[in-house]
């Protein structure tokens, strides 16, 4: 098993995300205002950064999981059959958390006893 990305490439992402939003928020060039005026106002900017990056977040961690990508099916969990082979390729698969929608990369396995469709990484 391993991860589907990098650490460095994890992080990276995330960085890039965070910089973009924080100079939303609070522009570095002094001649460019800042947004809002009110505390309410500083509140939305904080949601919308939490709304940016938890998704963004779960997605690197779950590509870090070690679980992330198998070498191996596995057995077929519909009939038990070891009669399994990997399909090429990932799916996208959205997914939704208290945090907003999630985008997982999940591969497909496909049983030759049943022809049942799984996906080895599921847990």
Known sequence: ??????????????QKLFAA?????IPADPARPMK????????MQGVRLKQTLMPAVLEELAGLNESAEVREAGGCPYCG???TYLEKGVV??????????????RQQA???AC???FSPSES
């Open 1 to 14: 098993m391993a991860a589907r990305r990098t650490r460095h490439e994890a992080r990276e992402r995330l």
């Open 36 to 43: 809002g005026r009110t505390f309410r106002d500083f509140e």
């Open 21 to 25: 939003e924080l100079d939303r928020m």
């Open 92 to 105: 996208k698969k959205e997914v939704r958390s208290p945090e907003g929608a999630v985008v997982l990369e």
């Open 81 to 83: 059959s070891k009669h």
């Open 110 to 112: 496909r049983c030759r």
């Open 115 to 117: 022809d049942g469709s």
